[in-house]
């Protein structure tokens, strides 16, 4: 029987609910959001197969990847609606093309995250881009288990946690199985979420929203937007939607997942870094291109790609007609993705948040962030930033 002892313990993976074979278990969520197995002790027959698939419990030996590469796609309006290099695309496209599936992370009808699957082009649509929200898994684990069963080639991507968990689940390899990891900052609190989303539709004026981007590039690969449209007031017809961009630096909800103060417990000392999840390939953005590959970077987003296993390294030769690899060195792809192999530090004022949160909500993250960031502070580095924005941009 699963027994958490300390919710740091706890990936929100809910491989145990899954697979628990009594359907004993369910996911709940705490006060923070985050959802944790609850256990029904009359319906537990104390098989263990919950703590046999638990990542967390089990976690796989490290391991580094075979190679590197500095990648984009070659069609730059696909780059342009990617969160980064536009990698992603193809090889889903890909897999897709040979009669398979494509799981992922979507935004459900409400704007919170989900784990679909996709079986045609058109589907993929909803599983690109980042989301910086931990997804709820569902059944994603025992549905992709029935499609390789039946044969079909399976890409299966997520965090890495997700990925660990899904080998977990199945139990066995399989050779219809691809598995695509990213490098995983820590996921943020849905409850701040939800209510973030709610204080947007509040000062809009606005029942509905109608899009979302994490990652707006229409300043650039670098400074990012938020955006966020939403349908127009009061139901009117024929009025176009309006939208909300706002830089990621001045975004509330952005600003404190960056500055790690609430993420999943669990995120500070992550089970599957280093290569633990067991993916083939693992997808991040490739912050410090420039410094390393600068006949690629043109600030519309660069991917790097690690090859975890020869069948990773399979999976990206058949894309190569539309993406363009460079190799790389897998030390200076560290310097800038630390999150590959390090853990995020639990910021010391976590808990002076969430008691703050209980009390004035949003406001909460802005306290925090003045108490971590002084005003002086925060001037000179918004100052600092501008300069360094300045001299990228003149490259």
């Known amino acids: 029987m699963i027994r958490l002892e300390h919710k740091g313990d706890c990936c929100g993976c809910s491989a145990c609910a899954q697979l628990c074979p009594t359907h004993a278990i369910t996911m709940e969520e705490d006060n923070e959001g985050f959802l944790y197995p609850r256990v029904d002790v009359a319906r537990c027959v104390d098989c263990g197969l919950c703590q046999r698939v638990c990542p967390v419990i089990n976690p796989y030996a490290p391991r580094e990847p075979l190679a590197q590469y500095a990648a984009k796609h070659r069609d730059d309006a696909v780059r342009q609606s990617s969160s980064s290099g536009g990698v992603f ?35 993929l649509a909803i599983l690109r881009g980042s989301k910086y929200v931990q997804s709820s898994m569902g059944d994603s684990y025992i549905s992709a288990k029935r499609f390789l069963e039946d044969g079909r080639k399976v890409l299966f991507s997520g965090t890495p946690c997700q990925i660990a968990a899904l080998k977990h689940a199945l139990g066995r390899d399989y050779d219809n199985l691809l598995t695509v990891d990213i490098a995983c900052h820590g996921v943020p609190s849905p409850r701040v979420w939800r209510d973030y989303l709610s204080s947007k539709r509040l000062k809009m004026h606005a ?189």
């Open 89 to 123: 695309t193809p090889l889903a496209e890909s897999v897709i093309a040979d009669g398979g599936v494509v799981f992922g992370a979507k935004f459900d009808t409400t704007w919170s995250v989900v784990h679909a699957y996709a079986e045609s082009t058109e589907e």
């Open 207 to 395: 029942a509905d929203i109608t899009a979302l981007s994490f990652r707006d590039k229409r300043d650039g690969w670098r400074n990012y937007n938020v955006k966020i449209c939403f349908a127009p007031a009061g139901g009117a017809e024929h009025a176009a939607e309006v939208c909300t961009v706002t830089p990621y630096r001045r975004d509330l909800f952005m600003r404190g997942f960056l500055k790690n103060i609430y993420l999943r417990p669990s995120c500070y000392r992550c089970a599957a870094k280093c290569g633990r999840s067991g993916a083939d390939l693992t997808i991040a953005d490739y912050w410090g291109v420039e410094r390393y590959h600068a006949p690629l970077d043109d600030d519309r987003g660069v991917s790097l790609i690690l090859v975890n296993t020869p069948r990773g390294e399979a999976l990206l030769r058949g894309v190569v007609s539309q993406v363009e690899c460079v190799a790389t060195e897998y030390d200076n792809a560290l310097r800038h993705n630390p999150c590959i192999k390090h853990s995020v530090s639990e910021p010391p004022l976590r808990a002076k948040f969430w008691a703050e949160y209980e009390r004035v909500q949003l406001k909460a993250v802005e306290q925090i962030l003045n108490e971590l960031h002084p005003r002086g502070i925060r001037r000179m580095l918004s100052r600092i930033r501008y300069v360094v924005d300045k001299i990228v941009k003149r490259r």
